[in-house]
């Protein structure tokens, strides 16, 4: 499969494959925040990397704050929502997210699925990770003592704008308390949604004439060229067209693949499949069922299996999704990356002259 890959689209895959992402609904709860001293060389700062807003489906790909500042002798603790790791490279190339199999599958790089962390210390050099969460519903913890002063760059490798710094200044500087590093987080959680509220505001759906009288419609999905977030839905959710007529998808995302997948009765699909193996941890596949589109005859029926596999940046389907609708119903999808945050549509198809023209 790595040959369907252009370059630059394995980072495109991994956010694709970050659908798994089930954020709890406390992921944008504040850090907890305890009382610790300013100068204090030992003192420990939360940082929480992704967040989701339920209300508006958004999730925010981004570590609140972006930046932070400590005492050398300072630990920062990553509160970890969602699929994200957190790695750090020390001025080196970060690792591939994606490794072709023999068998022409790709798995997750071991370097990014699981940790990699000689000591809980970090003295400047070398590659230090936190690993992919096994269950991105559940929040998970990672820290690092940083001795050095200096910046540093950290980043979530499955999302190519996650990238964030530690600044780490000499012992006994005064340096900003949990309370000032949770609320900076905050105004920047505030901020990135506030943007993609607006963006997600001015989408809709466009109608023109086709062939034979029938509508193309084109339905975006996400909001265009956000950097800092993205937003799970389609334009509108439910779209009534007539018998004849055709809709086109579109992702408008700047990184974060979707899918439009109607599954009529089949099983739901898993994005990752584990390979167990003799000894170590699992390989972690990506799903070819998720990742390629499967193209009914069309006009379709309505009774099979259809689905875009995963449309976005980079990927080897491209940007968008189109399907002729031959019959009446109604006739619900997903993406099957976030559905388990809410990302679903339907399509109703009324016969021909129902609606006004
Ligand atoms: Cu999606």
């Given at each position: 499969m790595s040959t369907l890959f252009r370059r630059g689209a394995t980072t495109a895959l991994a956010a694709a494959l970050a659908l798994g992402s089930l954020l709890p609904q406390a992921a944008v709860a504040q850090a907890p925040t305890p009382p610790v001293p300013s100068a204090d060389n030992s003192l420990t700062i939360d940082v929480i990397g992704g967040a989701f807003d339920p209300a508006s489906i958004t999730e925010v790909l981004e570590f609140l704050p972006k930046t932070v500042t400590i005492p050398a002798g300072g630990t920062v603790r990553w509160l970890v929502h969602g699929f994200h790791n957190v790695a750090l490279a020390s001025g080196q190339p970060y690792p591939e997210v994606f490794l072709p199999l023999p068998e022409g599958e790709i798995q997750v790089n071991p370097l990014v699925a699981h940790p990699v962390q000689p000591e809980p210390v970090y003295s400047g050099s070398g590659y230090f990770n936190s690993g992919l969460p096994a269950d991105p519903s559940q929040p998970f913890e990672w820290a690092l003592t940083f001795t050095q002063p200096g910046t540093y760059e950290y980043a979530c490798l499955i999302h190519p704008n996650m990238k964030a710094q530690v600044t780490v200044v000499p012992a006994g500087t005064a340096v900003p308390s949990q309370e000032e590093v949770t609320a900076q987080g905050q105004r920047e959680l505030a901020e990135y949604l506030a943007v993609a509220r607006e963006q997600a505001s001015q989408q809709q759906p466009s109608a023109q004439l086709a062939a034979g009288g029938a509508t193309l419609w084109t339905v975006p999905m996400d909001i265009p060229n956000n950097a800092n977030a993205a937003v799970h839905k389609y334009f509108p959710q439910h779209l009534t067209i007539e018998v004849g007529d055709t809709v086109r998808w579109v992702n408008q995302a700047l990184t974060e693949p979707h899918t439009v997948t109607?599954?009529?009765?089949a099983p739901r699909e898993r994005e990752f499949v584990p390979q167990p193996q003799a000894s170590g941890p699992p390989l972690v596949v990506g799903n070819p069922r998720v990742i390629d589109p499967v193209v009914p005859p069309q006009p379709w029926d309505g009774q099979t299996y259809a689905g875009s596999g995963m449309i976005g940046p980079g990927m080897p389907a491209g940007l968008e999704f189109q399907l002729a609708f031959g019959a009446p119903g109604t006739f619900p999808y997903v993406c099957v990356l976030h559905e388990d945050l809410g990302m679903s549509g339907f399509v109703t198809v009324v016969p021909r002259g129902t609606l006004p023209r």
């Open positions: 109607f599954r009529v009765d």
